[in-house]
């Protein structure tokens, strides 16, 4: 019997409702999802590798996702795809500006490997709002993130920011 394997690549940083609830539609429709952190070693993360990862791992906990697998990958993720024998890579799209960059996107890999095919899911109208940067920016204002973020992450991010408070004091 055929498995149905995707990849899910994100730069989660951090990770938010709209990325779980993406990864929590689409585990209903795959075998395996790959939930994977992509480093792109051109942008500078505002999380350090571990903890996005901790806080990607809350929500397949919350959700529990039990085919889901967390991993991090540098590269071309369609390589990662290929590695581990998935025959999709899934990404999620919030509105017509993502429309455009993943539609560049999956041709690229397409170029570099015919056997991934890209599937996109659209974001809930509720959550298309939310993104990383938008919550770094609140996070770094100190305002209010609970909306959009689960309880045991918007945790994680207070205690992250504490430390580096706490650091640069010192």
Do not use: C
């Amino acid at each position: 019997m055929r498995k149905f394997i995707a990849v899910y690549p994100t730069s989660a940083d951090p990770p938010t409702l709209g990325h779980a609830d993406i990864l929590r539609r689409a585990a209903l429709k795959f075998d395996y999802i790959y939930w994977v952190v992509a480093i792109n070693p051109v942008k500078k993360p505002f999380f350090s590798l571990e903890d996005r990862m901790a806080m990607m791992n809350e929500y397949i906990e919350f959700y529990k996702l039990d085919n889901v697998i967390l991993d991090h990958f540098e590269g071309a993720i369609v390589k990662y795809s290929i590695k581990k024998r998935a025959s999709f890579m899934l990404r999620g799209m919030r509105n017509t500006t993502d429309f455009q960059f993943e539609f560049n996107l999956a041709s690229v890999n397409k170029k570099i490997n015919n056997d991934v095919e890209t599937v996109s899911i659209f974001a809930d109208p509720g959550l298309s709002a939310i993104n990383s940067g938008v919550i770094r920016e609140l996070v770094t204002l100190g305002e209010d993130f609970d909306d959009y973020v689960i309880p045991k992450v918007a945790k994680k991010i207070r205690n992250i920011i504490k430390k580096r408070r706490l650091a640069s004091e010192n």
